[in-house]
C-alpha cells in the first residue's frame, strides 16, 4: 500500500537534537493523524488535524509540534526528546471532517529511538 | 475517560486451531473497528461494525457486536499462518456533534504454530 507515506522510516536522535518526521497522504482524504505506539500500550492518538484545523491534541508535550500545511501533508516536529519517547510514530488519514467513524489508512510508521 | 479493554493480550494456537479476542468498552459505543498489525507492519482496517447485536463474516473471520454495543469480539475458524499479527479494536464513540472519539484496545497477539 502506498496510499500514505512516512519518511524517514527509522530515526534515531539525541535528546538535545530537533528533528521532524513527515506523513503525506494520497487518497485525497481531509483528516489527517498522529498516533504513537510503544510497547505493551495502546495506540495513543496524539493530534487530529480535520481540514488541516487541530481538532484533537490529547495532552501531548510541547516538545511534539504538529504542523499540517494542507491536507495531504503532516508533520511533527521534535525536540529536546526524552527516551521514553522512543516508539512507533503512525500516520494516519481518513475522509469526513470529523474522522471518526471513518476507515483510518496508516502509513509504515516512523521507528524512533532517543538516545 | 473512555476506555477499550481486549484480552486476551497473548494467544499462542497450533495451526487448524479456533482464536478468538474481545473487545470491551467501559461506555456506548457508537461503532467499532477492527485492525490487524503484521510483525513490523502497520495496523490495516479489517471491519466496522455499526448496528447492535450485528454479525459480520470475512471469509474464516467472525465479527459480532454486542447488543448493549459495549462489547465485541473476533473469532478465527481454522487458523493459519498467514493470521499472525496483533489485532485491535478501536471503539468510536460520538463525543458530541460531528465529534467523534477513537479509542484503541491494546490488541491481541496471535501467534501460529506451523
Known amino acids: 500500500e502506498t496510499g500514505v507515506t512516512q519518511t524517514p522510516r527509522h530515526l534515531v536522535m539525541g535528546m538535545t537534537n530537533k528533528k521532524s518526521l513527515k506523513c503525506e497522504q494520497h487518497?485525497?482524504?481531509?483528516?489527517m493523524y498522529w498516533y504513537k505506539q510503544s510497547a505493551k500500550k495502546p495506540l495513543e492518538l496524539m493530534f487530529v488535524?480535520?481540514?488541516?484545523?487541530?481538532?484533537e491534541n490529547n495532552s501531548v508535550p510541547s516538545r511534539f509540534s504538529p504542523e499540517c500545511p494542507n491536507s495531504s501533508h503532516l508533520f511533527l516536529h521534535l525536540h529536546t526528546l526524552q527516551p521514553e519517547d522512543s516508539a512507533l510514530y503512525l500516520c494516519?488519514?481518513?475522509?469526513?471532517?470529523?474522522?471518526?467513524?471513518?476507515?483510518?489508512?496508516f502509513g509504515p510508521g516512523t521507528r524512533l529511538t532517543v538516545l | 475517560g473512555q476506555q477499550v479493554m481486549q484480552i486476551p493480550q497473548y494467544q499462542h494456537v497450533q495451526e487448524g486451531e479456533d482464536f478468538t479476542t474481545y473487545c470491551n468498552s467501559s461506555?456506548?459505543?457508537?461503532?467499532i473497528q477492527w485492525y490487524k498489525q503484521r510483525p513490523g507492519g502497520h495496523p490495516v482496517f479489517l471491519i466496522q461494525?455499526?448496528?447492535?447485536?450485528e454479525v459480520k463474516k470475512q471469509k474464516r473471520l467472525t465479527f459480532q457486536f454486542g447488543e448493549a454495543k459495549k462489547n465485541s469480539s473476533l473469532h478465527i475458524t481454522a487458523t493459519q499462518t498467514t493470521d499472525v499479527g496483533t489485532y485491535f479494536c478501536?471503539?468510536?464513540?460520538?463525543?458530541?456533534?460531528?465529534?467523534?472519539?477513537?479509542?484503541f484496545g491494546k490488541g491481541t497477539l496471535l501467534t501460529v504454530n506451523p
Open positions: 494516519a488519514s481518513s475522509q469526513g471532517p470529523s474522522g471518526g467513524g471513518r476507515t483510518q489508512y
Open positions: 487518497l485525497g482524504h481531509n483528516a
Open positions: 488535524y480535520s481540514l488541516e484545523e487541530r481538532v
Open positions: 461506555t456506548t459505543l457508537s461503532n
Open positions: 461494525l455499526v448496528k447492535s447485536g
Open positions: 478501536a471503539g468510536i464513540k460520538n463525543s458530541g456533534g460531528s465529534n467523534y472519539k477513537l479509542t
